[in-house]
């Protein structure tokens, strides 16, 4: 599957600070729900000493095509493994892709030696805004996309984008729809206390209180966690502050590589 997924491969092109441990490391990161790889540029031109790997979920963007469709959390994640392919990685994601990411890690056990996810969602948890699967399934997905777009990003934001962009983001609706209604359980959908490896968690300081109680349930439930506060940041942290997202990408390869982190 992972052959036919629009992926950006970000060699490293400076490695006179980076440590031989962390050489070795592919960094792979995972957008959230209604985005694609592009949302990471400006963090990947602050990671030009490591191997980065980014790409556009199935259902997303320049995968939007890739068959069969992507309609549960598990199809994404076997996708991550698949790029992985057995190389020693780190994995960090963003929204929704914090959830492909934490799943990858169980499924990749032994090719994932870190993970770091900021604010993913967790509807699972008594606290999360209620919304029930069969309500968000029966969304028209074009409509789903412009509101979810709105909600996020603003009604202002999406009114000065330009009507190509918008209907790419229509277009998106279905994934969007499919994986927001799957992630809708009662229970987590994997055990976090098995993670195993060394995970980052990260949070806006003016993000809304949900995304930041998750971050609360995921310190309490995950062993060896650590948690980075991004000062002024909200949802889209990885858009509105690169600097500080690189510095969370750069924690992580660094808690993979054996605790040293390169600069």
Same mark, same amino acid.
Do not use: C
């Given at each position: 599957?992972?052959? /036919?997924?629009?992926?950006?491969?970000?060699?490293?092109?400076?490695?006179? #600070?980076?440590?031989?441990?962390?050489?070795?490391?592919?960094?792979?990161?995972?957008?959230?729900?209604?985005?694609?790889?592009?949302?990471?540029?400006?963090?990947?031109?602050?990671?030009?000493?490591?191997?980065?790997?980014?790409?556009?979920?199935?259902?997303?963007?320049?995968?939007?095509?890739?068959?069969?469709?992507?309609?549960?959390?598990?199809?994404?994640?076997?996708?991550?493994?698949?790029?992985?392919?057995?190389?020693?990685?780190?994995?960090?994601?963003?929204?929704?892709?914090?959830?492909?990411?934490?799943?990858?890690?169980?499924?990749?056990?032994?090719?994932? *030696?870190?993970?770091?996810?900021?604010?993913?969602?967790?509807?699972?948890?008594?606290?999360?805004?209620? /919304?029930?699967?069969?309500?968000?399934?029966?969304?028209?997905?074009?409509?789903?996309?412009?509101?979810?777009?709105?909600?996020?990003?603003?009604?202002?934001?999406?009114?000065?984008?330009?009507?190509?962009? *918008?209907?790419?983001?229509?277009?998106?609706?279905?994934?969007?729809?499919?994986?927001?209604?799957?992630?809708?359980?009662?229970?987590?959908?994997?055990?976090?206390?098995?993670?195993?490896?060394?995970?980052?968690?990260?949070?806006?300081?003016?993000?809304?209180?949900?995304?930041?109680?998750?971050?609360?349930?995921?310190?309490?439930?995950?062993?060896?966690?650590?948690?980075?506060?991004?000062?002024?940041?909200?949802?889209? #942290?990885?858009?509105?502050?690169?600097?500080?997202?690189?510095?969370?990408?750069?924690?992580?390869?660094?808690?993979?590589?054996?605790?040293?982190?390169?600069?």
């Amino acid at each position: 599957m992972s052959a /036919r997924l629009h992926v950006l491969d970000h060699p490293a092109v400076d490695r006179r #600070a980076t440590s031989a441990s962390a050489e070795e490391l592919l960094v792979v990161l995972v957008h959230g729900s209604l985005d694609r790889a592009s949302s990471f540029s400006r963090v990947v031109r602050r990671l030009h000493d490591l191997h980065v790997l980014t790409y556009d979920r199935r259902g997303y963007h320049l995968s939007r095509h890739v068959a069969p469709p992507a309609t549960t959390l598990e199809d994404h994640v076997a996708d991550l493994v698949a790029l992985v392919q057995g190389r020693p990685s780190v994995v960090v994601g963003h929204s929704y892709g914090g959830d492909v990411a934490l799943g990858a890690t169980l499924a990749a056990r032994g090719w994932v *030696k870190a993970v770091g996810v900021y604010e993913p969602p967790v509807p699972w948890a008594e606290f999360w805004p209620r /919304r029930s699967v069969s309500d968000i399934a029966a969304e028209d997905p074009a409509v789903y996309a412009e509101s979810f777009f709105g909600r996020l990003v603003g009604a202002e934001a999406w009114e000065r984008l330009p009507e190509r962009v *918008k209907a790419e983001r229509r277009a998106d609706g279905p994934a969007l729809v499919a994986e927001l209604a799957d992630l809708r359980r009662p229970h987590p959908p994997f055990d976090l206390a098995a993670l195993g490896v060394p995970v980052v968690l990260g949070r806006g300081s003016g993000s809304l209180p949900h995304h930041r109680r998750a971050i609360d349930v995921l310190e309490e439930t995950v062993p060896d966690t650590e948690v980075v506060e991004f000062a002024g940041a909200h949802h889209g #942290a990885h858009l509105s502050h690169p600097d500080a997202f690189a510095a969370f990408v750069r924690r992580v390869a660094g808690a993979g590589s054996g605790g040293r982190s390169p600069r």
